[in-house]
C-alpha cells in the first residue's frame, strides 16, 4: 500500500537547534538534482521584490517568504512535525505507535512542490512553496517533478494500491501507472439527502482515514474493495457512508460521506451525544487553529448543555467563543441559551441593549434556522412581532419537507431531513410529513 498525501500549507518552524537541511538525507535520493535546481531557483526568487506575486501569498505571509531565503542554513525537523495543517492534525503522524510508525515509514509519502517526495521523519525546514508555482528559471513546478517522480514512484506502484489522498494541483506532478490499483480519495457532505463535494472539512476526513489505515489491527489492504471495507470501520463515528466508485481515467474513486455530527446528535435529541462530538471538534481547532469548527460546535454545545439544564456551562461556552474574537454571533447564542433557559428577564435586556438583532432578510434554506430561533426568543418573551413575521416562512419550509431545531445562530443551519425533529422550547414539534407522527 502506497499512500500520496499532499503538503499542508500551514507549517511549524523547527526549534533553532534542529539538524540543518541535508538534500541526500532525504527519501528518494534520485530526486536530489531536481530538489537542487528548485530550491536554488527558490532561494533566489524569495530574495526579489516581487516574490510574493510570484509565489502567489498575500502580504500577510511575508516573513514566511523571507524565510525561504535562508532555507540552506534553516534548522530542520521530521516533515510530519512541520506539516501541521488539519489533514496532519487529523492523521497525527507525530503520536504514533512504533507498529504504525514504522507502517506510516513504509507506507506513507508527502508530494511537495519543493522536495518532490517526503517521508514522515524526513528532516526539512519550514518553507513556502505550492505546486502550483510557475518558477522563474523552473518553470510550473508540476512539469517540474513529472519526470522525476515517475522514475521514483512508478516501479513502487506496480501492482500496488495506492490511495491518492492529494489535491488537483499535486495531482498533476504524477499519476500511477496503468497496473497500480489507483484509488482517489473523495469527500463528501450530505445535508437534507443531497451529497455535495466539500472543502472545509475534506482535509480533516482524508486525515482521519489516513491514521485509521496506519492504526487499526490486521493487514493493510491491498486493493481497492479492501481498501472501502476498511474504510466502512469509520461508518457510524467518522463517517455516514462510503462508495467505491468505477474506474475513470485509470482511477477509482472512493467518497466519503461525512455530515457535522455534533448537529446532527442535537437534531435527534441526542444531547449528551452532541456535546461531547462539539466538545471534540474544539478540541482538535485547539490543536490545529481550524477556524470552521467552533463557528458550529460553539452553537450546538452551548445549545446542548442550556437544554440538559447546565447554564453555566453554556454560558462558558458563550464567553470562550466570544474571547476568540466571535463577538456578534456569540451575543446572539448567549441570548438563545438564555430563552432555552427561561431566563426571560436576562432575555427581555439583552433585547433592549441590542445583543439580539431580529431577522430582517427574506427566509432560505440557509436562514432558517436563525428565523426559528427568533420564534423562541419571541415566545419566551412575548413578542408577537418577532414571532409573527417567521410564520409564513416556516411553515412553508415545513410543507416542503424541512426540519429544522433551535441549534444554531444567524443562518448556521441545523436544518435536517424530514426523518429528523426534536421539540423546541416554543412547543414547535417536528413531524414526518408521510406519518403525521411526532419524531
Not at 99 to 122: E, F, K, N, Q, Y
Not at 156 to 165: I, K, N, P, Q
Request: charged letters at 20%; proline letters at 7%.
Amino acid at each position: 500500500m502506497l499512500v500520496l498525501l499532499p503538503p499542508s500549507e500551514g507549517k511549524t518552524p523547527p526549534r533553532a537547534r534542529g539538524p540543518l537541511l541535508d538534500l541526500d538525507g532525504l527519501a528518494a535520493p534520485g530526486l536530489t538534482p531536481v530538489r537542487e535546481k528548485i530550491l536554488d531557483a527558490l532561494i533566489h526568487v524569495s530574495a526579489q521584490p516581487d516574490a510574493m506575486q510570484v509565489l502567489g501569498v498575500g502580504a500577510s505571509l511575508a516573513d514566511d517568504v523571507a524565510r525561504n531565503t535562508a532555507l540552506r542554513t534553516a534548522p530542520t525537523a521530521p516533515a510530519k512535525k512541520v506539516y501541521s495543517g488539519v489533514l496532519y492534525a487529523a492523521a497525527g503522524l507525530d503520536r504514533l505507535t512504533p507498529t504504525a510508525r514504522a507502517r506510516a515509514a513504509d507506507s506513507i509519502r508527502i508530494v511537495s512542490g519543493l522536495w518532490g517526495l517526503v517521508a514522515p521523519d524526513d528532516p526539512i525546514p519550514a518553507y513556502r512553496l505550492s505546486m502550483g508555482t510557475d518558477l522563474p528559471g523552473i518553470g510550473p513546478l508540476a512539469g517540474a517533478w513529472r519526470g522525476a517522480l515517475g522514475v521514483e514512484l512508478s516501479d513502487r506502484a506496480e501492482g500496488e494500491l495506492v490511495v491518492d489522498c492529494r489535491s488537483a494541483t499535486y495531482l498533476a506532478a504524477w499519476h500511477p501507472p496503468a497496473s497500480a490499483d489507483w484509488v482517489a480519495v473523495r469527500v463528501l457532505r450530505e445535508l437534507d439527502g443531497t451529497r455535495s463535494v466539500v472543502s472545509h472539512n475534506a482535509k480533516h476526513t482524508r486525515g482521519v482515514l489516513t491514521r485509521h489505515l496506519l492504526t487499526r489491527r490486521g493487514r493493510a489492504p491491498h486493493d481497492a474493495a479492501s481498501l472501502a471495507r476498511v474504510a466502512q470501520e469509520l461508518v457510524g463515528s467518522e463517517l455516514l457512508a462510503v462508495e467505491l466508485g468505477r474506474p475513470a481515467r485509470g482511477a477509482r474513486t472512493l467518497s466519503l460521506v461525512v455530515a457535522w455530527q455534533s448537529t446532527v446528535a442535537a437534531s435527534q435529541a441526542r444531547l449528551a451525544d452532541a456535546e461531547r462530538l462539539a466538545e471534540r471538534a474544539l478540541a482538535f481547532h485547539r490543536r490545529s487553529g481550524y477556524a470552521f469548527s467552533p463557528l458550529l460546535a460553539c452553537p450546538v454545545l452551548g445549545c446542548s448543555l442550556a437544554m440538559r439544564g447546565d447554564v453555566a456551562g453554556a454560558h462558558r461556552v458563550v464567553a470562550d467563543w466570544r474571547e476568540a474574537g466571535t463577538t456578534r454571533q456569540a451575543d446572539q447564542l448567549d441570548v438563545l441559551v438564555a430563552t432555552l433557559a427561561g431566563d426571560r428577564e436576562g432575555v427581555e435586556a439583552a433585547i433592549a441593549e441590542g445583543r439580539w438583532r431580529p431577522v430582517t432578510r427574506a427566509p432560505d434554506l440557509g436562514r432558517a434556522a436563525a428565523w426559528l430561533n427568533q420564534v423562541e426568543v419571541g415566545a419566551l418573551v412575548e413578542r408577537p412581532d418577532l414571532v409573527l413575521p417567521a410564520r409564513a416562512p416556516l411553515a412553508d419550509l415545513y410543507a416542503r419537507g424541512v426540519r429544522m431545531v433551535p441549534t444554531s445562530v444567524y443562518g448556521m443551519s441545523t436544518t435536517v431531513s424530514s426523518s429528523v425533529g426534536a421539540r423546541s422550547r416554543s412547543g414547535w414539534t417536528s413531524r414526518s410529513p408521510s406519518s403525521g407522527e411526532p419524531r
